[in-house]
């Protein structure tokens, strides 16, 4: 690879990063209007939910079709629009704040009070009010979303029973009578809700199939960009998760066009949970009848002003929301007669050891998959170390990535070792290939011959790599979303779950993936270290005899391009690949200052070669 073609790669390398801009004024995302199988019942294990119900043993029934049944609207009609003021009641302990709405009769809001919100990017913009999930304005959690067909206007009486249950009850004019009651749980993240169809009348009534708000994946503050938005669902055997609800860049930077809805399919099985969660928090919804036809909108919420935009350009300029719903079959119910829903709800962070105590598959909402089986038992050695060992989460980083090292050291010295045979072997490869560069069969074959009778096995350099890649991103992963470290400091981050940004250069907002329009760019100390020690390790690895020298420079400056992708990442995931790094360059230090094993005797292959 001559100059000419270096520079062309620079270019458009260049014009990639100009893309995404580029592409935004020219197709802007189109804005969407706001927001639009019965099994077995289940306990949570390990918690002690009440049975809550509203009415004695056996009072809950359905019966088949009757000559006097008297049908209620159909199941499709739209969410009930209660018109009186909004009246709330509040259950709390010293964890949760959950609000209980007289408009739907459902749960506005939970409040965390154990987790602060952040009112910017860093935890500098701590502020004194709690983690707010199931942001106002949206369908309260457990509230109908075909409501009027079953509740009318959706107007409920409020009452505060006592400091740990609320009821919400309304009568309709066709004599059906609706009670909801929630109470807390012994889990400080748990409320346990059951809403009661009564039918006071003397015919029986059809109720259609319900439709219940499964809560609302809402940004964390208004810099979220909300890329770890997620609503999953449970079948019992597999976890389905959608992702891309805002737009992302995808293929050279360019933005991706964001999901706008979400529909389960029938042979999808039933729904034993759904949840809505963002990058720390979730909260989950569990019938105790399994339910169907799981559904996700994406729902735009009220954008800042411009007043607010000139005050903190950093926020998000379009916030967005996805409201989640599932049904559940109706029934006939005689006179007398009574239709319970139960359901559990969790709302709080997500941590997993807490969750996998709930239900052994809530821990899902973790988004480990695959690698979870290398996630897990590194969280836990991080808590360990934190809890017992008394370590900062930032040094807990670095002695587990230490450990990871030392637990590899054997298999990424064959490969260094690899590597340096390899660039030994360069001038002789050098010499086959000026042969038989006219004839790639031969250079192949004659390659391969020289390979085997030299002793060298380009697999040596490869393979022990490859069986630490899982490792690698189940590290990554968990340090993701691990919520023990949202707020945690090291050295000079103020919150390892963010970038470290120490101040802004003002006028440098245009600078792509970098810079933040309005405001100017961050000044991000982590990753400079992280692509400072990735060059190093470059410029110290044996280069491949293979490349010419030209791709040998990309090569060793590619860390550079790394830069503009992992700019923004958290401090603790730059902190984990600089000590990484670190460790990697100690290593090879140790392993290519070792004397060389005595060459072997010249191949017939090379000897051949040289005639």
Same mark, same amino acid.
């Given at each position: ?50 049975? /809550? ?7 809950? +029934?359905? #019966?088949? %079709? @009757?000559?006097? $049944?008297?049908?209620?609207?159909? !199941? ?116 346990? /809700? ?7 009348? +003397?015919? #029986?009534? %059809? @109720?259609?199939? $319900?439709?219940?708000?499964?809560? !609302? ?116 119910? /005689? ?9 559990? #709800? ?266």
């Amino acid at each position: 690879m001559d100059r000419k073609a270096i520079a062309i790669l620079v270019v458009a390398f260049g014009l990639a990063l100009g893309l995404q801009p580029v592409a935004k004024m020219l197709f802007p995302t189109k804005p969407v209007p706001p927001g639009a199988t019965n099994g077995a019942p289940r306990v949570l294990n390990g918690t002690n939910i009440p049975a /809550a119900s509203l009415s004695a043993p056996g009072s809950q +029934a359905t #019966v088949p %079709s @009757l000559n006097n $049944v008297q049908p209620l609207a159909p !199941a499709t009609t739209a969410p009930a629009t209660p018109a009186g003021p909004e009246k709330t009641a509040v259950l709390a302990n010293k964890a949760s704040r959950w609000i209980i709405s007289s408009h739907g009769g459902g749960i506005r809001n939970v409040e965390l009070l154990e987790y602060q919100a952040f009112t910017g990017r860093i935890a500098k913009g701590r502020s004194n009010t709690p983690v707010l999930l199931n942001a106002p304005g949206l369908p309260p959690v457990l509230s109908l979303r075909n409501g009027a067909a079953i509740e009318g206007d959706g107007e409920y009486q409020i009452r505060q029973v006592d400091a740990s249950t609320v009821t919400a009850e309304k009568t309709l004019p066709n004599g059906l009578h609706i009670v909801r009651e929630y109470r807390l749980t012994t889990n400080e993240h748990l409320l346990h /809700a059951v809403v009661r169809l009564e039918n006071r009348t +003397a015919n #029986v009534l %059809s @109720l259609p199939a $319900v439709e219940w708000s499964t809560g !609302a994946a809402t940004l964390m503050n208004s810099h979220d960009k909300g890329d770890m938005l997620a609503v999953d669902w449970f079948n019992g055997s597999k976890t389905y998760q959608t992702l891309g609800w805002v737009p992302t860049p995808g293929l050279l930077c360019i933005p991706s066009n964001p999901k706008v809805d979400y529909k389960s399919r029938e042979d999808d099985g039933s729904i034993v949970w759904a949840s809505v969660q963002n990058q720390f928090f979730t909260l989950v919804t569990i019938p105790d009848r399994t339910a169907k036809e799981f559904t996700a909108v994406r729902t735009l919420l009220a954008a800042p002003g411009a007043d607010s935009m000139r005050a903190d350009p950093g926020q998000n300029p379009q916030p967005v929301a996805v409201v989640s719903s599932f049904k559940q079959d109706g029934a006939n119910v /005689a006179p007398g007669k009574s239709l319970d829903y139960g359901f559990t #709800v969790y709302a709080g962070p997500k941590e997993y050891f807490g969750l996998s105590r709930l239900q052994p598959s809530l821990d899902l909402n973790m988004e480990y998959g695959i690698f979870g089986f290398f996630a897990k038992p590194l969280l836990l050695g991080m808590n360990f170390l934190h809890n017992s060992v008394k370590l900062p989460y930032g040094w807990c980083i670095v002695v587990i990535t230490l450990f990871i090292k030392i637990l590899f050291w054997p298999l990424t010295a064959v490969s260094t070792r690899s590597m340096k045979r390899m660039a030994e072997l360069g001038p002789q490869l050098q010499a086959i290939r000026d042969k038989y560069k006219d004839d790639p069969k031969r250079l192949n074959e004659k390659t391969l011959l020289f390979m085997r009778e030299s002793g060298y096995n380009p697999v040596a350099g490869c393979l022990p790599m490859i069986v630490q890649i899982p490792v690698f991103i189940g590290f990554f992963t968990m340090l993701r979303s691990a919520i023990e470290l949202r707020g945690a400091s090291f050295l000079w981050c103020p919150d390892l779950a963010a970038a470290d940004t120490l101040f802004v250069i003002p006028g440098l907002g245009f600078v792509p993936l970098l810079g933040v329009p309005g405001l100017g760019l961050p000044f991000n100390l982590m990753p400079l270290f992280y692509v400072g020690t990735a060059l190093w390790q470059t410029h110290l690895t044996p280069a491949s005899p293979q490349m010419d020298p030209a791709q040998q420079k990309i090569m060793r400056w590619m860390p550079l391009m790394f830069l503009a992708l992992f700019y923004n990442y958290s401090a603790g995931l730059t902190l984990y690949w600089t000590v990484q790094n670190l460790l990697s360059i100690l290593q090879t230090k140790l392993t290519t200052t070792k004397p060389s094993d005595p060459a072997p005797a010249t191949p017939t292959t090379l000897r051949q070669a040289r005639r």
